[in-house]
């Protein structure tokens, strides 16, 4: 309408409606494309049996009852059921949370998204597309949703209020410009309408708070940067600030407390450890050497190279390497070795007779037994270090070339060796990050829970709970969850480590708290998290995570780094803190806004300002200090009711202000000789005056750089009034001598009272924070 009307002078605070639409959109734009890309399969072709040919074709031309041939390093790209195969392996981790491999024997079920990491084997598809599980999983993760903020729903609310105010507002200013231009008949035909028209743009630009929606995208955007320089991705703006409202904090175990890899632990001797080589280099450890460095080792086995080296001179006759379906390796050393004879490394219960035996170097085979499934009850993997004197064990290793032991498998060609006795237990654990105690003692320290959630056996995930500082006895196994959501919501108040967690279920005990008032984080890497992370407060992801699962989450720790949170709650706080402080001003403006129009259009006054005149107050006392205010170092804790506690001053402040307008106005109106531009720059001045005593209370605990900014803004004003270019350009002069001392003594007088309200609301908050 200015543009319209030539009033292009008037229309300056178009760039910030515009900055304002462009952010937004580009926003919520970027968000939903992540998710439009989601997927959980990235391989692009599929290997499958037709025509009794192996051909490779793209994974789209998967159809039911197709063969997959699949091979170690292949993605499964549809669900299926194993035919058969040798040794397949498949990690399900990303699905499930399972950290280990999982053997699949003909009739067992192959899920969509896992991959193969040993073995090779043959499946029939059951389920593509839409129906596949990890479709299914990835499809409610799809729809989209912007991150719960209070900053931002604080302002929605507020432009709410403003949105249903301004049509009945406008119309009260308009009326009442007419009628001071004497009537609507006279106003539009002698043109003075226009004059109505400008003053009613006037009332509403000042309403709308556009700068404090600018002011709070640019504070989440400079914070985003900040946090990228820390390997920190803010994959939606308004994800800075979530981070510091919450007050629980859900993790899983694989990938996030964890690395994700196994490490040694302990070694724990039996009486019979000592007979096996000399004192300095004893048997048994050459024998975990040649264990560790064996190229066809497992992973478990691997981690024994670091604290037991291999010894060159050691040669094997025979071995028989590791497989997850007999669950034991075995090397055979020749007569000269300092240990000769059989040693086998392998699962207790499958390596050792549970059968008493009566001469056992070390005891009761069943008392090992015992004690290695204590170990194992404490969630640590427990291996057991068997030999056997006996020699040429290992001469057929491919075929039949052990006797038969009590729990071997037969099918398999290779049976344990006559005459084992136990040496020794390994327990290995999960290696756990090395900054997780230190950053869940931080999020303690500030009065945030936590709570574990794997989909691990519940023993493994309290030992990993125990090992970074959550000192619980034991895990609870989610498949004794209850199904109703009250009781649901009880056991999450209770319990604080849980196993054997379904995807449905981690999203479920997130509803589950956040039923009960929670803000919920939610951490993961696998595509079973991403319902929970989807649901969740805020979802975070591991820099190992999958595609899928950090497209659906606000923050991606770009180098895994679980000690870079503590920086994501100060730079929240900092964005909470100083948007609260920065909305007074502009909620401040809003209620005086509203004030002054509602009151002069009553009175039938013309409106006391000129759009461009309020554009320069709006830099002065709001604008330009706000920028910095916005910015500065602010560590306070977080606390509910930003807009309750944002309100209760500006209301106030606003009426005060206009109040001294409405003064200044009276005046004018009883002593006539008084020019518009007169009671307009008078306005101005008690207008910036009081608002810049609000910035001083606001700005509070004063420094010497808060301090320069509201000086610089007092600097400014003298110079708009005194200086001919901006004066003539704002329409300003200096008031006459009797009007300027009306203005100083209605100035002085209102911040006097702001000062009064911001003594007050001090004290209100201190004693808020002391009951906290």
């Known amino acids: 309408m200015l543009l319209v009307l030539g009033q292009w002078r008037d229309a300056l605070f178009g760039f910030s409606a515009v900055g304002n639409a462009v952010i937004g959109v580009v ?32 994974v789209e031309a998967v159809v039911q009852d197709d063969i997959l041939v699949l ?69 409610e993760a799809k729809r989209f949703s912007l991150v719960n903020s209070e900053i931002r729903n604080g302002l929605n609310r507020v432009l709410r209020w403003i949105t249903w105010a301004l049509l009945p507002i406008m119309l009260i200013v308009a009326n009442g410009q007419m009628q001071a231009s004497g009537g609507w008949q006279l106003a539009i035909s002698n043109g003075s ?17 556009l700068g404090l929606v600018l002011m709070t995208s640019v504070a989440f955007a400079v914070s985003g940067v900040r946090l990228a320089r820390q390997k920190v991705l803010i994959q939606e703006l308004a994800a800075v600030e979530v981070l510091a409202r919450v007050d629980i904090i859900c993790l899983d175990k694989t990938g996030t407390l964890t690395e994700g890899a196994i490490m040694f632990d302990a070694v724990h001797p039996l009486a019979a450890s000592s007979r096996w080589g000399t004192d300095q280099e004893p048997g048994w450890r050459q024998s975990l050497g040649w264990f560790g460095a ?57 390596v050792l007779d549970p059968e008493p035996r009566p001469m056992s170097p070390c005891g009761s085979v069943s008392a090992v037994l015992t004690q290695a499934n204590a170990l194992a009850q ?33 099918e398999v060609g290779t049976r344990l060796p006559p005459g084992l006795s136990p040496v020794l237990l390994l327990t290995f654990r999960e290696k756990v990050r090395p900054d997780a105690a230190r950053t869940l003692s931080y999020f303690h320290d500030q009065g945030v829970g936590v709570r574990i959630i794997s989909g691990d056996d519940p023993q493994t995930v309290a030992s990993v709970a125990r090992e970074v500082g959550i000192h619980v006895e034991e895990g609870y196994d989610a498949r004794r969850l209850p199904a109703d959501p009250e009781q649901l919501s009880d056991v999450m108040d209770q319990q604080q480590v849980f196993g054997r967690v379904t995807p449905t279920q981690k999203k479920q005990m997130v509803q589950a708290l956040q039923r009960r008032g929670h803000v919920v984080a939610m951490t993961g890497d696998g595509v079973n998290d991403a319902l929970a992370l989807k649901h969740a407060d805020i979802g975070i992801a591991m820099n190992t995570a999958a595609a899928a699962t950090k497209a659906v989450s606000r923050l991606v720790l770009l180098d895994g780094r679980f000690d870079r949170l503590p920086s994501v709650v100060a730079e929240g706080r900092l964005v909470i803190a100083n948007i609260e402080r920065v909305s007074m001003l502009y909620l401040s403006k809003t209620a005086y806004a509203v004030a002054i129009s509602v009151f002069f259009g009553a009175l039938i006054w013309g409106f006391p300002f000129l759009p461009r005149q309020l554009s320069v107050t709006d830099g002065l006392t709001i604008g330009i200090p ?37 003064a200044v106005k009276t005046y004018t109106t009883f002593v006539d000789g008084f020019s518009t531009q ?21 700005a509070r605990p004063l420094n010497l750089t808060r301090v320069a900014i509201v000086a610089a803004m007092y ?57 906290r």
């Not at 939903?32 to 499958?48: E, F, G, H, M, S």
């Not at 640590?380 to 729990?407: I, K, Q, Y």
């Not at 307009?680 to 001083?696: C, D, E």
């Open 193 to 209: 309408w226009r004059t109505a028209a400008v003053g009613a743009v006037a009332s509403i630009i000042a309403m709308v708070p």
């Open 294 to 350: 064996d190229p066809n080792a497992n992973a478990t086995a691997r981690c024994l190279t670091e604290e037991f080296p291999a010894t060159k001179t050691l040669q094997a006759i025979a071995a028989i390497p590791f497989s997850s379906e007999r669950k034991w390796s075995a090397v055979e050393f020749g007569p000269d070795a300092v240990a000769p004879g059989t040693w086998v490394l392998g699962a207790p219960e499958i």
């Open 626 to 662: 706000a920028f910095f205010l916005a910015l500065m170092a602010n560590n306070r804790r977080y606390r509910q009711g930003f807009l309750k506690r944002s309100l209760s001053f500006a209301i106030p402040a606003g009426l005060i202000l206009t109040a001294s307008i409405v």
């Open 678 to 698: 007169d009671v307009q720059s008078a306005s101005v001045i008690t207008l910036s005056l009081i608002a810049l005593w609000i910035l001083v209370v606001v």
């Open 378 to 410: 404490a969630g640590m993997r427990t291996l057991v270090l068997a030999h056997s004197p006996e020699m040429n064990a290992t001469d057929a290793a491919a075929g039949p070339g052990f006797a038969t032991g009590a729990a071997a498998s037969d």
């Open 27 to 58: 926003q919520e734009y970027r968000a939903k494309r992540a998710l439009d890309r989601l997927a959980v399969i990235n391989t692009p072709n599929a290997r499958v049996l037709r025509d009794d040919t192996v051909q490779d074709i793209a």
């Open 715 to 771: 600097v400014v004003l003298f110079g708009l009034l005194t200086i001919p270019l901006t004066r003539d350009f704002f329409n300003l002069a200096v008031p006459p001598p009797p009007l300027l001392q009306v203005t100083m003594i209605a100035s002085v007088g209102g911040c006097l009272a702001v000062e009064i309200l911001g003594r007050i609301r001090a004290r209100v908050n201190a004693l808020a924070e002391a009951r």
């Open 71 to 139: 091979r170690a390093g292949d993605q499964v790209s549809a669900d299926a059921t194993m035919l058969d195969g040798e040794s397949l392996e498949i990690d399900e981790s990303l699905l499930t949370g399972e950290a280990d491999p999982v053997l699949k024997s003909p009739g067992d079920s192959v899920l969509s998204g896992s991959s193969v990491v040993a073995g090779n084997g043959r499946v029939r598809v059951t389920c593509v597309g839409a129906e596949s599980f990890a479709s299914r999983l990835t499809a």
